[in-house]
């Protein structure tokens, strides 16, 4: 197991930054750890520090027959490889409807370097059209990231449906492998009892590891920066390490 399709349907989930931070902390444990943004707003590329306006070539340009290997960018201020993206990914939702075999793009792609990286992980959009059926069939198993909110809740049965039927037709194997409370705040009551219903219903699949609510994780995107590198000594750097320690001892 090495390929996670980091997903939730629900945006403002943290999605994008637990990919980040969580690829970050894999990088400082000597995981070569490959990023892949298949999320046409490319949050995860800038966030890697990658310019995703002058990438020369991403994840458009493997779905449609370009070699991953020379698609590759390396996050200096993360530690790890990018597969970048940006607004010109929108346009594959509709190229790629009509073409064969479409749900198999990004798994053909990435089996190419598939044994070159430990860890993959594929940040997918908020929603679940093309794009994220590609990641899914493309991943061995699923990181759901969660705010501790009543409809952060609710959209989880969609996700469970659609992993479902990806386990009956593209991807046998495909399951979810953990979630992770992003965003959460201790002091609120209802995340207080969200959190712990997630806990009694999904037991060992909830990590221990929570990130918590914290102004430097909120701040590092705009620096184009992990928080592992903006902010190394902050509480969001802690929890993000504490997740990626307990990560690797699950999955390594």
């Known amino acids: 197991m090495k390929t996670f399709a980091v997903i939730n349907q629900k945006g ?58 020379n698609c590759l960018i390396y996050s200096l201020v993360g530690g790890y490889w990018v597969l970048s993206a940006n607004m010109e990914l929108a346009g594959a939702e509709i190229e790629l409807a009509g073409e064969q075999l479409w749900q198999c793009r990004l ?88 959190s712990d219903e997630l806990q009694r219903h999904f037991g060992e699949k909830l990590f221990s590891a929570a990130v918590h609510r914290n102004v430097r994780v909120a701040e590092a995107p705009s620096h184009s920066l992990p928080v592992l590198t903006y902010a190394p000594r902050s509480s969001g750097a802690k929890g993000y390490r504490q997740l990626g320690d307990e990560f690797l001892e699950r999955f390594a």
């Not at 943290?14 to 990023?35: C, D």
């Open 107 to 194: 798994r053909d792609a990435l089996a190419t370097v598939r044994d070159d990286f430990d860890f993959i992980l594929i940040d997918c959009p908020p929603s679940l059209g093309v794009l994220t059926v590609n990641a899914l069939v493309a991943a061995d198993s699923v990181l759901i990231p969660m705010q501790c909110e009543y409809f952060a809740m609710e959209g989880l049965s969609d996700l469970a449906e659609t992993v479902r039927r990806l386990r009956t037709g593209w991807n046998p194997s495909l399951h979810v492998a953990g979630i992770v409370r992003s965003m959460l705040d201790r002091r609120n009551l209802l995340s207080r009892s969200i």
């Open 12 to 69: 403002g989930t943290g999605k994008t930054t637990v990919s980040i931070n969580l690829s970050a902390r894999l990088a400082e444990l000597g995981k070569k750890t490959l990023l892949v943004d298949i999320d046409p707003q490319g949050n995860a590329t800038s966030g890697s520090g990658v310019e995703k306006w002058h990438i020369g070539g991403g994840t458009y340009d493997v779905l449609f027959d370009r070699e991953v290997a």
